[in-house]
């Protein structure tokens, strides 16, 4: 059963592109999340997804971030007109519940987005 | 609005010795902890949880304990090996399913 899967690992924009990460959640799950780190902070919680829902996005920036989950396929966070303060590890996690059973989530090994 | 703090950013201790992380949260809501751990370039996996009507855990050589009236919580790492370096966030979860994480403590057992 693999796990969480996150493509790109590595991510190479220049200011004013987009960058779009993808994110598989582990079979049977159909609740995902997507988290940030910044360099030398800690995890930040962005956006809660189900399938073609979005259930949470109150740690999303208003401006140029956007999530979905569509019915197939994976998960996409996008990022349009990046900017170097976009530069961060973006993770992406996933339950079978929503993690209402046990609060725990599965996550994947990151991709890591440079902005130059 | 910082729901859940650690705020030792790093500890060091000595193999074979206790290490203890500790927690604090304010949200009273969150009906469960859990500890993560974390490697340079990977993602965080999971470690230990407790739930927010229990004061213990214990799974190995990991302990969790909480004391919601100081609503305070601390993993219990002994004995420590050089394997556990790594960094540890604290996280909770209350009914909207996502996990709030503190800012990590990075944690360096010597050998």
């Known amino acids: 059963n693999a796990g969480v899967m996150q493509n790109p690992r590595h991510l190479v924009r220049r200011r004013g592109q987009e960058a779009r990460l993808r994110c598989s959640p582990m079979?049977?799950?159909?609740?995902v999340y997507w988290y940030r780190q910044l360099p030398e902070e800690g995890l930040k919680f962005m956006v809660y997804?189900?399938?073609?829902?979005?259930?949470?996005e109150s740690g999303m920036p208003k401006e140029r971030f956007s999530a979905e989950f569509p019915k197939e396929g994976p998960s996409i966070l996008r990022i349009q007109q990046v900017v170097r303060g976009d530069s961060a590890a973006y993770f992406c996690?996933?339950?079978?519940?929503?993690?209402?059973?046990?609060?725990?989530?599965?996550f994947g090994e990151g991709s890591r987005l440079t902005v130059l | 609005d910082q729901q859940v703090k650690q705020n030792s950013p790093s500890l060091s201790v000595q193999e074979g010795r206790i290490s203890i992380l500790n927690c604090d949260y304010t949200?009273?809501?969150?009906?469960?902890f859990l500890w993560y751990k974390k490697y340079p370039a990977e993602g965080p996996t999971f470690l230990i949880s407790?739930?927010?009507?229990?004061d213990k855990n214990e799974d190995g050589r990991f302990t969790v304990f909480l004391n919601k009236s100081a609503k305070h919580l601390s993993l219990h790492i002994v004995p420590s090996q050089p394997g556990d370096s790594a960094v540890y966030f604290c996280?909770?979860?209350?009914?909207?399913?996502?996990?709030?994480f503190g800012q990590g403590t990075t944690l360096q057992v010597k050998p």
């Open positions: 996690a996933s339950s079978p519940t929503g993690g209402f059973n046990t609060g725990e989530l599965f």
């Open positions: 079979k049977g799950h159909s609740h």
């Open positions: 997804l189900q399938k073609e829902n979005i259930i949470d």
């Open positions: 949200n009273s809501m969150f009906d469960y």
């Open positions: 407790i739930s927010s009507i229990k």
């Open positions: 996280g909770g979860s209350g009914n909207t399913g996502k996990l709030i």
